[in-house]
């Protein structure tokens, strides 16, 4: 029986038009390895695009090799053909026209003419045949791609790829590696079966999955393993000053006020495995930041404080009404899932990141949050 990384060759080797996808919220992990996936499939002499949903910030990743080459959607997915039997008449000149929101094909004969009953149509095939997704718990997780096209990637063969225990092993070939510290680890192993040799680029993209990941390798899981692929990638000549540069040395300074704004009112709970502040308007005002910019700040916290397994930013902000509203932000560092950890909430986001809509007053809203989310994750373990 083949191994699980030889029937992915298998796969990859027998695909046409490949298919690389990822996690809506953009996870840096993500993001490095499917622009490290493109450049490998590429090396293997394969047609593969990349896309995924819009992200709702600017990635800090845009310095990675073919970040520009990322599509916002599935363009021209399928075509629509439509046929005109010719064994009983030549075609002269075929013109087209709109009319009342139809499309009007004219065919003119040279000789003979056209029935009806030589017109037929049909949908083609779809435009990819294979489809990898890296760092994706659920098809839900792809936001619109999934939403949009759900057929597509039903009656497509999946190769699912990711280190997270809470993937649903939805492709039909998965490899979930719980113990990898990153989706970027598993690929290099996966690269390396299939003895291609990495090139400076692909080299510079998985370092950055392996440093995004464990945030530079601060976090409590980064393993001995972790660490000997990322010398064997430097040794492949990645950039790694190039990706602490853009990663963590171009913070703004607004930002930065904003996360000891954070760091101000910042409590714990749960024995200190929740950290959790508050935000109010002013400090946004006062440090010319908005909430986009609170994930920089979670990012800090994950850094600084190991212990914690889940982190909760409350904060004040306008709607698109005009009106106050109270969101918070819960970023789940371990595996915990953010989006059931906010129940009965409706949330917004991935089960690593949630944002939910809250009730006033601003604090005592959050507490009652962090109440919740501790009474969950200690029936969880219980």
Known sequence: MKTTPEQILEAINNAKHILITFNRAWPGDAVASALAMRLWLLKLGKTADIAAEKPSNTSSYSFLPGFALIKPQLDNLRKFIISLDISNAEVAQIEYQVDNNKLDFIVSPKNGFFAPKDISSRSSGFKYDLVITLSTPDFESLGTLYDHDTEFFFDTTVINIDHQASNDNYGQINLVTIN??????????????????????????????????TKSFKTANVTPRTLTIASALISKDGRREEIINALYRSRQMNVLKLWGSALMNLQSAFDNRIIWSTIK??????????????????????????????????????????????????????????????????????????????????????????????????????
């Open 180 to 213: 990898a510290v990153a989706t970027a680890e598993i690929l290099y192993e996966l690269f390396k079966e299939s003895k291609t040799e990495l090139d400076a680029d692909i080299a510079t993209c998985l370092l950055a999955g392996l440093i995004s990941e």
């Open 281 to 382: 308007p002013e400090d946004f005002i006062a440090t010319e930041t908005k909430p986009s910019d609170l994930h920089d700040v979670v990012d800090e916290l994950i850094v600084s404080m190991p212990q914690a397994q889940v982190i909760v930013l409350g904060y004040e902000t306008t709607n698109e009404a005009g009106a106050s509203e109270i969101r918070a932000v819960v970023h789940s560092v371990k595996n915990f899932d953010a989006l059931y950890l906010v129940q009965p909430a409706k949330a917004d986001g991935t089960r690593a990141n949630a944002t939910i809509v809250l009730a006033t007053p601003l604090l005592g809203s959050i507490e009652a949050l962090v109440a919740s989310i501790e009474a969950k994750m200690r029936r969880l373990e219980s």
